[in-house]
């Protein structure tokens, strides 16, 4: 990705004056201007443009590995024969081995051409032969998906009759040969497959006379039907850095949680209830690609992503989202969401993909944006988010946070995102205060309840101490009200009842 992120970095300009992220529309284009959607992973060409570069290059390849083996059988012979009238009897086997040496040297570069010439294409006679033999590989690989997805294959395919079988039996031919080229580095398994679309796609054209319409739509299946049964070995591959890129991402990612939607001027207000819901719904679709196994399915979760931001832009502003809002916005929602295995994921898609998804339309246009956001986010730094160099290596280290600066060094015409950000840095900034008073007076009272406790025990300890408790006998006890008493003598007869006639 290195030279893609030199790509990219050039299709973004960036204002000295506040106005955010601003990529011209033409400049996503393919830069052999062809039309079509270029790819930062393609070094900005197309799907088509980069294949017929490729070829370009494999075939200048093979031609200097050929003049390279041809010079060295030269320089061999010459040195055999200038050495023959030395050797004597030991010619033969030096010749012997010098045969040897020179047939491994033109197996090695006819294996090299081997590979890259069209006739290492699928649907060769060759590898239709070796894909007779059945791949136990292949036939153990069930699961509830693949099964699901072979028999949603076959059913579609029952309604294109003949083509639908032929098209079955070209996508197994396929799978097997694939079978037997998993050593191949990935690019070789990629270009198999690319091929392997064109190909099925040109013959659907030009003999079934199918429509470009349904072309597409059979291509789809054909994409999810190979594609869920190769995902588990052609995603992230353990012969690519595929996932030390996506650690690199990841941490660079984490190390930039400091950077604010204002810093990127992204139009987007989220203490608006429905904003809120819709960058959500963003990040959620975001991180939900690395779940998906079908490569048009991760390129559905990044168009949904992109039309929530799309919503929550117009939500904000009121108005239609302009294509230079949706930039930033997408690169900050890839800063808040960090998806898991951003790398990998960008990396399959791009190499499995049905090419003519990311050549045209909505989803060619989504997936390069992100490739853009990406690279801008492996590239960023101070100038980026109009920062100084000093505050951007402290925010970076973690040293501090965004500060609200000093409001004399705001122009009055300051745009309300800035000044609503820095009021509610203000805001946040008392409340930190506020807490940090309320915790120590809790500290303070909680110290004050201690001492009070400690005190009272201390007091009530002191006067056991000098007023000890003394246990006095008994008193002795009072007498019967009705017993008798000698005291009571002198009292007045108790009156008697008295009965009245009435």
């Not at 790509?7 to 201007?33: A, F, W, Y």
């Not at 949904?304 to 900050?332: G, Q, V, W």
């Not at 100038?383 to 501090?400: A, C, I, K, P």
Request: proline share 5%; hydrophobic share 30%; charged share 30%.
């Amino acid at each position: 990705m290195g030279t893609s992120h030199h790509t990219c970095r050039k299709k973004m300009s960036l204002k000295s004056e506040r106005r955010g992220i601003h990529v011209d529309q033409s400049e996503l284009l393919c830069k052999k201007g062809c039309g079509y959607y270029g790819n930062p992973a393609w070094q900005g060409f197309c799907s088509k443009c980069w294949r017929e570069e490729y070829h370009k290059a494999r075939q200048k390849q093979i031609q200097e590995d050929w003049e390279l083996a041809e010079r060295l059988q030269r320089e061999e012979e010459e040195a055999f024969a200038s050495s023959q009238s030395n050797q004597g009897a030991q010619s033969l086997t030096f010749s012997k081995f010098e045969e040897k040496k020179t047939n491994e040297k033109t197996r090695k570069v006819t294996t090299v051409k081997k590979f890259f010439s069209a006739s290492s294409r699928v649907g060769s006679k060759k590898e239709i032969q070796e894909a007779k033999a059945p791949s136990p590989s292949i036939n153990r690989q069930t699961s509830i998906e693949t099964d699901r997805v072979s028999k949603e294959f076959i059913e579609f395919l029952k309604t294109f009759h003949k083509t639908g079988q032929e098209i079955y039996k070209q996508t197994k031919l396929f799978l097997e040969a694939m079978h037997y080229k998993r050593d191949l580095s990935i690019e070789e398994q990629s270009e198999c497959t690319q091929d392997f679309y064109q190909n099925v796609a040109e013959k659907m054209q030009t003999r079934g006379k199918v429509p470009p319409e349904r072309v597409e739509k059979i291509m789809d299946q054909i994409e999810k039907y190979i594609m869920t049964r190769l995902y588990k070995y052609v995603f992230c591959p353990e012969t690519t850095d595929d996932e030390k890129k996506d650690l690199a991402i990841q941490k660079r990612i984490r190390a930039l949680h400091w950077v604010t939607p204002q810093m990127l001027c992204v139009p987007v207000n989220e203490e608006i209830p429905e904003v809120s819901d819709m960058v959500v719904k963003a990040i959620t679709d975001i991180i939900e690609m690395d779940s998906k196994r079908v490569p048009r399915d991760k390129l559905a979760c990044i168009t949904r992503c992109s039309k929530h931001i799309f919503n929550a832009i117009k939500i904000t502003k009121n108005e239609p989202a302009s294509a230079d809002d949706f930039l930033p916005t997408l690169i900050y929602i890839v800063l808040k969401g960090n998806p898991p295995r951003l790398q990998s994921n960008i990396q399959y898609v791009t190499r499995f993909c049905n090419p003519s998804r990311l050549m045209t339309g909505e989803d060619g246009y989504y997936f390069t944006n992100l490739c853009c956001a990406v690279a801008f986010i492996e590239k960023l730094d101070a100038q980026s988010l109009n920062l100084s160099q000093e505050d951007f290596d402290r925010y970076m280290s973690g040293q501090t946070s965004p500060r609200k600066q000093e409001s004399e060094s705001w122009s009055p015409d300051a745009c309300l995102g800035v000044k609503q950000m820095y009021k509610n840095l203000d805001l946040l900034s008392q409340l930190n205060e506020r807490q940090e008073r309320i915790m120590n007076e809790a500290k303070k009272l909680e110290k004050d309840l201690i001492d009070w406790t400690d005190g009272i025990a201390k007091e009530v300890q002191d006067i056991v101490e000098k007023y000890p408790l003394e246990i006095k006998p008994p008193n002795q006890p009072l007498a019967a009200i009705d017993s008798e008493n000698v005291e009571n003598d002198k009292l007045p007869p108790p009156l008697q009842p008295q009965v009245y006639a009435g």
